[in-house]
């Protein structure tokens, strides 16, 4: 059975997420469609790439990536197909395929030319266009049927952080906040380790508070599991499972979790200095 995954920054309250659905259902009701997230804030492409980036790769090769953020259609923009990773992925040319692929050269790249002459009516991007298209890659269809190959799209750079040498210091920022509150941040855990080895101790250092250990896991910062209940609330910075730095509290929520604790936001520096 073919998979066709829905991101996209619409939110559950109107009709567009069922739009999608009832129009993949109409043209073929043997595909599996699975929601990665709905919740994108509005137009939000760093967001989306560090969701669609951790999500993706657990899919089975071959599935089709519908990424219907900051996609409202207008003539002048393409809407491309990017062939990467064994899969397929739909976006506008916004830039975000750049971001989510940063580090994997695509396979190929395509111009969807689908409904885009020029008496062509497009009302609605995602099922106008990107649906259609998903659904006949599903049916096994070829990429150079609804689309040409092109070489460049839009281009954005992934804000990565630096190593100030003279300060001995890492500059990082958070780059996404999660639905537990947790802060994540640029700063991998490679390019972490790679500075560290030359220096004894660290200190992470965010707003007014610091910090000077990372854990491996939310679960390592309880030693005492008799006593786990008193460990609840606690603050600290993990390497998450996507190996990124991540500031967060132990059973911390929206309502109390390091983003209102902390009072950190995206775009704001987290900084990790050697001595």
């Given at each position: 059975?073919s ?11 109107d ?30 492409l760093?967001?989306t ?16 990536h ?10 002048s ?7 990467a990773?064994?899969s ?24 969807i ?6 008496d062509d009516?497009?009302?609605f ?8 298209v998903?659904?006949?890659l ?7 049927v ?5 070489e460049t799209?839009k281009?954005?750079l992934?804000?990565?952080?630096v ?10 920022e ?6 537990f509150?947790?802060i ?39 030693s005492d599991?008799d006593?786990?209940?008193e ?11 996507s ?18 604790l ?11 200095e050697?001595f």
């Open positions: 059975m998979i066709i995954t829905l991101t996209s920054d619409f939110g559950r309250l009709y567009r997420v069922s739009a999608m659905k009832g129009k993949i259902l109409s043209l073929n009701l043997e595909v599996n469609s699975v929601d990665i997230s709905h919740d994108i804030q509005a137009y939000n760093i967001q790439s560090y969701i669609v980036r951790n999500a993706y790769r657990y899919f089975p090769k071959g599935t089709i519908i990424l219907a953020v900051d996609s409202f259609f207008h003539k923009r393409k809407n491309i197909l990017y062939k990773d064994g397929y992925f739909l976006a506008a040319d916004n830039g975000l395929l750049s971001l989510i692929f940063f580090d994997i050269k695509p396979e190929a790249i395509y111009e030319t689908l409904n885009n002459r020029f009516v497009v009302n991007t995602s099922t106008d266009v990107f649906v259609p998903a659904v006949h599903a049916n096994g269809g070829l990429p150079e609804i689309g040409r190959k092109i799209t281009q954005l992934f804000p990565k952080p190593y100030n040498e003279p300060e001995k210091m890492i500059i990082g958070v780059m996404y906040i999660d639905n509150g947790n994540i941040s640029n700063i991998s855990q490679e390019f972490f380790e790679t500075l560290a080895k030359g220096f004894e101790k660290f200190t992470i250092k965010f707003r007014n508070l610091s910090l000077s250990k990372i854990y491996s896991s939310h679960t390592e910062v309880v599991w006593r786990e209940t460990y609840h609330g606690q603050s600290a910075a993990i390497f998450n499972d190996q990124q730095l991540e500031l967060t509290i132990y059973k911390g929520s929206k309502k109390n979790g390091a983003k209102t902390f009072g950190l936001n995206v775009g704001e520096n987290i900084y990790i050697f």
